[in-house]
């Protein structure tokens, strides 16, 4: 009996690690898509479809995936077209929500995204509710063991990037939206591939959140919109102090 509740666990982990690789798919499926459609299925002349596979790629999403993607926002072959919207919300602690949604069907999105607010303790907001507390941006996450911080520096700088920052295992180098393509390029010239490069949303001020209890409200709603199938990313002005992650 021992011996059949440890393969069970094993069973439900490796359930959990396959639904939650299939999530990646196929947000990276729609990323290449979108991407295809608007400029093209050649990534030497689209650079956000050429964004986009790398992105996919960094995730171990096989080539024929890939392939299929492309082909699909090409309209080579039949498949759905997907709309991109970003929605607002407030979380339990009053935090700022900014939700990136890829759909084939609004109505049904935003008729569950409403739902998985409510249910979880949050708010959903009509648009420009918290839109004003993010700025746009373009952040490329690099492994650090592939240049230092001084060069660095001066290669992004350089390219037209803002900010460095770091954390143990990477740089976060963060571009106006208008040098992101600049930046990545540059990079790239030098050999530097990374391990993510998307444009994404900065919160301009954070929202601390110091009760554990409230905490873990706050991820119960960040957990459910993340698991959510059109759900491409989510963004929070939340700020966890570092001795309540660890409890969580």
């Not at 299939?22 to 400029?39: D, H, N, P, Q, T």
């Not at 009509?126 to 060069?151: C, M, N, T, W, Y």
Request: hydrophobic fraction near 40%; aromatic fraction near 6%; charged fraction near 30%.
């Amino acid at each position: 009996m021992a011996g059949h509740s440890k393969w069970s666990k094993v069973k439900r982990f490796k359930g959990k690690i396959d639904a939650a690789r299939s999530r990646v798919f196929s947000r990276c499926a729609k990323e290449i898509a979108i991407a295809a459609r608007a400029g093209g299925g050649d990534p030497n002349f689209n650079p956000r479809l050429r964004t986009a596979i790398a992105n996919a790629k960094a995730e171990n999403m096989p080539n024929d995936n890939i392939a299929r993607a492309v082909k699909r926002g090409t309209g080579e072959i039949e498949g759905v077209t997907y709309e991109e919207i970003v929605y607002e919300g407030y979380g339990p602690a009053g935090e700022a929500l900014l939700v990136e949604v890829t759909t084939d069907n609004k109505n049904r999105a935003v008729s569950d995204l409403r739902n998985l607010f409510g249910k979880n303790g949050g708010k959903f907001g009509a648009s420009g509710s918290v839109a004003h507390r993010f700025q746009r941006k373009g952040q490329i996450l690099l492994p650090k063991p592939g240049i230092g911080e001084e060069d660095l520096m001066t290669l992004a700088i350089d390219a037209g990037a803002e900010d460095l920052k770091s954390d143990d295992a990477h740089w976060e180098v963060l571009t106006p939206v208008e040098a992101f393509d600049a930046v990545l390029d540059a990079l790239r010239k030098r050999k530097l591939e990374p391990s993510s490069a998307r444009l994404t949303y900065v919160p301009l001020m954070t929202a601390p959140v110091t009760e554990e209890s409230l905490a873990r409200k706050v991820f119960q709603l960040l957990e459910a919109l993340d698991e959510y199938e059109d759900v491409q990313r989510v963004h929070s002005n939340v700020d966890i102090p570092d001795e309540i992650l660890a409890k969580l």
